[in-house]
């Protein structure tokens, strides 16, 4: 599947008055800035940071239930539906 998105690894430098700017290798500018500096906020940044990996995990997660348990997803349709919204809402398809 192509990647639509800045590829992975995402980081954060921690910025001023920024709680972090999101950054990746071969980018000039970043690719998000998070404002605030509190705790939350720094928590945020890492999260967006943490994006492409946690969509790239999940993929492969689904992927191998399928496998396991077939198309049907029989066993435990709730969490396979989130998965499945999440990674359409990740790749702009929800």
Known sequence: MKTLHTPAPWSV?????QAGIITA???SLG???VFGGGETDIANARL???APDLLEALRFLLADYVAINGEK?????V????AMAAIAKAEGKA
């Open 73 to 77: 997803l029989t066993q435990s349709p």
């Open 25 to 27: 290798p071969n980018r």
């Open 31 to 33: 690719i998000a800035e």
């Open 13 to 17: 430098i921690k910025g001023s008055p």
């Open 79 to 82: 969490p396979i539906g989130i």
């Open 48 to 50: 967006i940071a943490a």
